[in-house]
């Protein structure tokens, strides 16, 4: 059972515009929500979270979103650049320090110039 | 800081043979925990140590076991390895109740 899904496994977006990373979840106990980037032969590098009573936090050109009502949260990289080209994972934590994430499947980006 | 460091950084063995992967977390991080990539399932949470004792355990097998040093090093252990157990295996670091750091993985291949 996939309590975390990331739909798009690809998704392909001209330098400069808007990148969208949507994830949506199935367990309304899930409280804590991280995006990672991971780059092949590395391990996954933290980008942005949000807790479970925030509907948006920003850090620099990252924005994640989250709406619980639909269970559905989103990550908008703006503007985008070569370098975010990676496969994206959203994962979420039942308890904001639980230590014990459940990751989406992953959405590879590329940044075409 | 220095960040999270595993080793080895690439394994082979053979079926049947045990193999044991070590982590050394960020420095003054306390919990580490261990998942599994691979192609098929993704990246699963196997199980997360803090202060020796281990706190949280994904839905694996029992031949695949943890410990934790009292400098807060990790190791896991897989036992009787089979084909399936071919993955990345990520380590990460976090002070309690915050943000998990990983490292760059011990990519395992077994024949």
């Known amino acids: 059972d996939q309590q975390v899904k990331q739909n798009s496994p690809s998704l392909s977006v001209q330098e400069g515009r808007i990148s969208i990373l949507n994830c949506d979840y199935t367990?309304?106990?899930?409280?804590?929500f991280l995006w990672y980037k991971k780059y092949p032969a590395e391990g996954p590098t933290f980008l942005i979270s949000?807790?479970?009573?925030?509907d948006k936090n920003e850090d620099g050109r990252f924005t994640v979103f989250l709406n619980k009502s639909a269970k559905h949260l989103s990550l908008h990289i703006v503007p985008s650049q070569p370098g975010d080209s990676a496969v994206y994972f959203c994962?979420?934590?039942?308890?904001?320090?639980?230590?014990?994430?459940?990751f989406g499947q992953g959405t590879r980006l590329t940044i075409n110039p | 800081k220095a960040g999270v460091t595993q080793t080895p950084r690439y394994l082979i063995k053979t079926r049947g043979q045990q193999v044991t992967l070590s982590c050394s977390p960020i420095?003054?991080?306390?919990?580490v925990s261990w998942y599994q990539q691979t192609p098929g399932q993704g990246l699963q949470f196997l199980f997360e140590?803090?202060?020796?004792?281990?706190?949280n355990k994904g839905n694996f097998p029992g031949r695949f076991s943890g410990r934790q040093f009292s400098n807060s090093r990790s190791e896991m252990n897989v036992s009787t390895l089979e084909l399936g157990d071919s993955a990345l295996y990520l380590c990460?670091?976090?002070?309690?109740?915050?943000?998990?750091?990983f490292g760059p993985g011990t990519r395992l291949t077994v024949l």
């Open positions: 994962a979420a934590e039942p308890i904001q320090g639980a230590q014990k994430l459940v």
């Open positions: 367990n309304s106990m899930f409280d804590y």
């Open positions: 420095s003054g991080h306390r919990s």
């Open positions: 990460a670091s976090s002070l309690q109740g915050y943000t998990q750091y």
């Open positions: 949000i807790s479970s009573i925030k």
């Open positions: 140590y803090f202060s020796e004792t281990q706190r």
